[in-house]
């Protein structure tokens, strides 16, 4: 019988809690910023180099929320509704105006920085920058002011690591990145869909295995979240659970500890025979290969790799990726960011993307997390939603922050691959698609919200938002080629 897992949520109703009250209704126009943004770049003032922007606005959405308001208003004259109606609407559509008119300011500001800080003009882009600081507020009902909120705070970062001359970003409070990402975790179910799709192909390959071995590459953003919902699957199996180890890679010698806790708290209750290694480094240092515990003989294992852009997590990619093909796992879990991916790299622009101009970097990141943005604004659409807020603060506005005034191995100081997808088939590495996932994780969406989940004919699980792809779970094997063997 084939293993198969179940969507868990592990929900902390104290940090989290808020009411869902209209969670499955679509984002009302009146609060999205998306079509200014599309009717700016496509303006004459379009961004050089950019001749294909992507498109933002479902038309179809808008032209219907336009006749039904007029519709309305034609309702309210013909039964005699009064001036009053009239006015009433009158007065919202002129609000309705205003703020669209802010919007359309704010976008077009925003871009006209974003082309000076790319030549260099500095001056220009930092008077820019104090009035779009004005303009737009992280508190802001509207998510298209929370989002130019926080793209003009990443820029004004930029501009002054250019000006004093520092380009690494500060290592943030690990403690500060696990709550907000469990917020995320929670808030959306993005986070929960791409373990979901890693533990369904994890478990497939532990299929019949009685030592089983996971390797996390990052521990500290999802803590033992992931693994949580793969042990009961594992305990499931027929016959007696298999002996487990999971080895942690994390700077946080608290979050490894936390999450070994967690793990092995419930391995205990589950009768799971289990061990956990905390390696506090990241998996590029150099002495990470010799802090790995002993391989087992006949042990499968499976690494796993969440790649996101809230710190440094991988050090010297290179050595990562060396280290990888040392374990020669008989799964490989990848789940990268889609930011506008080059051609001909599978649509999965990742990290990749953070290596190119100024320019097409802003571009790409402003497409992206428009869309998360919104997709957070639909799921938790109160206006004061804390948890929204921590989600927003403290993942989403690390990312964009790290992608805009870090980006780029000139800045970082460090050379970073470029497509990884890319560089695990020239290392060595094969798909390993699986039919199924895909459904799996579409039968766990839910329903009316917009989220969308596509699967491509190598088996990359696609997650997106009302078309836009914005994560990509690919999986891999290890199968070495003679190149790939002199490559070691």
């Not at 969507?7 to 200014?36: E, I, K, R, T």
């Not at 879990?333 to 622009?349: F, I, K, N, S, W």
């Not at 943005?373 to 964009?400: C, K, Q, T, W, Y």
Request: with cysteine.
């Amino acid at each position: 019988m084939q293993d198969s897992l179940s969507l868990m949520q592990f929900h902390d109703p104290y940090l989290y809690s808020g009411s869902a009250v209209g969670a499955n209704l679509p984002l009302s126009s009146s609060h999205s910023f998306l079509p200014h943004h599309q009717e700016f770049v496509h303006s004459g003032d379009r961004c050089p180099g950019k001749d294909d922007v992507p498109e933002f606005v479902d038309q179809q959405a808008a032209a219907e929320v336009s006749g039904e308001q007029e519709l309305a208003v034609s309702k309210e004259v013909s039964e005699g509704g009064g001036d009053g109606a009239v006015e009433e609407q009158s007065g919202v559509a002129t609000a309705r105006g205003e703020e669209e008119a802010h919007g359309v300011r704010m976008i077009a500001l925003l871009m006209e920085c974003a082309v000076a800080v790319s030549v260099g003009n500095l001056a220009d882009a930092n008077g820019m920058l104090l009035e779009l600081a004005q303009m737009a507020s992280p508190y802001a009902s509207s998510c298209g002011e929370r989002l130019v909120s926080y793209f003009t705070r990443a820029m004004a970062a930029r501009l002054m690591s250019s000006w004093v001359g520092i380009c690494a970003p500060l290592a943030p409070p690990c403690a500060a990145v696990h709550a907000a990402f469990r917020a995320f975790y929670n808030v959306s179910p993005l986070a929960r869909f791409a373990y979901l799709a890693c533990n369904q192909a994890i478990l497939e390959a532990f299929h019949g295995k009685r030592l089983v071995h996971i390797v996390d590459l990052d521990v500290v953003p999802g803590g033992a979240l992931q693994w949580l919902s793969l042990l009961p699957a594992l305990a499931a199996r027929p016959g007696s659970p298999p002996l487990l180890r999971v080895t942690g890679f994390g700077m946080s010698v608290s979050a490894l500890h936390d999450a070994g806790n967690q793990l092995a708290g419930l391995a205990s209750k589950l009768s799971i025979p289990f061990e956990f290694f905390a390696i506090a480094k990241r998996p590029g240092d150099v002495d990470a290969a010799a802090a790995m515990p002993s391989r087992r003989p006949g042990e499968a294992l499976a690494v796993h790799w969440l790649r996101h852009a809230m710190y440094d997590a991988a050090g010297d990619e290179g050595a990562t990726m060396r280290l990888v093909r040392w374990l020669e796992p008989k799964v490989l879990t990848l789940v990268e960011q889609e930011r506008g991916g080059a051609p001909g790299d599978g649509g999965a622009g990742g990290a990749g993307h953070d290596h190119g101009h100024f320019l097409d970097r802003f571009v790409s990141a402003l497409h992206h997390y428009s869309a998360l943005f919104d997709s957070l604004g639909a799921s938790r659409p109160a206006d004061e939603d804390a948890s929204r807020h921590l989600v927003e603060h403290g993942v989403l506005g690390r990312e964009i922050g790290n992608v805009l005034a870090v980006g780029g191995p000139s800045r970082s100081g460090r050379d970073k691959l470029g497509c990884w997808q890319a560089e695990l088939a020239r290392h060595g590495f094969l798909r390993a698609g699986g039919a199924g996932r895909a459904q799996l994780v579409a039968g766990a969406c839910p329903p009316g919200l917009g989220y969308t989940v596509a699967d491509d004919h190598d088996g990359t699980v696609r997650l997106g938002w009302k078309g836009t792809p914005l994560y990509a779970v690919s999986t891999w094997t290890w199968c070495p080629s003679p190149h790939a063997q002199a490559q070691r």
